[in-house]
């Protein structure tokens, strides 16, 4: 099973970055996706998120209108288009896939990769 992020990198204030997720090893169709990032000093908080087959997502306010998720079950692919950055974007993001069932909530989670946003 992994989930293995990309995209990450230095980008400078206005600028856009676009993240992805690539999932193998599990049958990621079947998975909602959120994607987290978490700043030095500050706790992981919840950025976007998508259901298994798309069509519903959800966003933290401070990244709406900004940012769209979006995801291609026949690439086993989850993006994240980032748009519009700002310096407080700045942080490490990681892909986390989930799915629950009649035994719980079972949950995988990718390494991260780093945005910097920066002049």
């Known amino acids: 099973v992994q989930l293995v992020e990309s995209g990450g990198g230095l980008v400078q204030p206005g600028g856009s970055l676009r993240l992805s997720c690539a999932a193998s090893?599990?049958?990621?169709?079947?998975?909602?996706v959120n994607w987290y990032r978490q700043a030095p000093g500050k706790e992981r908080e919840s950025v976007a998120g998508i259901t298994s087959a798309g069509g519903t997502t959800n966003y933290a306010d401070s990244v709406k209108g900004r940012f769209t998720i979006t995801r291609d079950n026949a690439k086993n692919t989850v993006y994240l288009q980032m748009n519009s950055l700002k310096p407080e974007d700045t942080a490490v993001y990681f892909c986390n896939a989930y799915t629950v069932g009649w035994s719980g909530r079972f949950d995988y989670w990718g390494q991260g990769t780093q945005v910097t946003v920066s002049s």
């Open positions: 090893g599990f049958t990621f169709s079947s998975y909602g």
